[in-house]
């Protein structure tokens, strides 16, 4: 069974940090591209980051330079580094796995809660 449990996630100031976590199991990791999207009540969910099976990242605009997506393949684990954060921020966060050829194995966490609030 696919898992994946991000956690992480909480009530930051704005300009404050957080680092969200993603653990898979069920899943040979390293033949999957990893990535970290995000959903804000009433919107779409959106594109945050993306790693690939080699460490190649692609980040949205609106996060470069604050934002850091890595991965652990020994730790079957995908992080995302929030730096600088704003109240735009504010959303669920969630984890996304998507096998590097088969496109029916392509699988979403929960969600995590990200808010960001003085």
């Known amino acids: 069974q696919v898992q994946l449990v991000e956690s992480g996630g909480g009530l930051v100031q704005p300009g404050g940090s957080l680092r969200l976590s993603c653990a898979a199991s069920?899943?040979?990791?390293?033949?999957?591209?990893m990535g970290w999207y995000r959903q804000a009540p009433g919107n779409e969910r959106e594109l945050v980051a993306t790693i690939s099976r080699g460490g190649s990242a692609v980040d949205a605009d609106f996060v470069k330079g604050r934002f850091t997506i890595s991965r652990d393949n020994a730790r079957n684990t995908v992080y995302l580094q929030m730096n600088n954060l704003k109240p735009e921020d504010t959303a669920v966060y969630y984890c996304?796995?998507?096998?590097?050829?088969?496109?029916?194995?392509?699988?979403w966490g929960q969600g995590t809660q990200v808010t960001v609030s003085s």
């Open positions: 996304n796995a998507r096998h590097y050829s088969i496109a029916t194995q392509n699988y």
């Open positions: 069920g899943i040979i990791f390293s033949r999957f591209d």
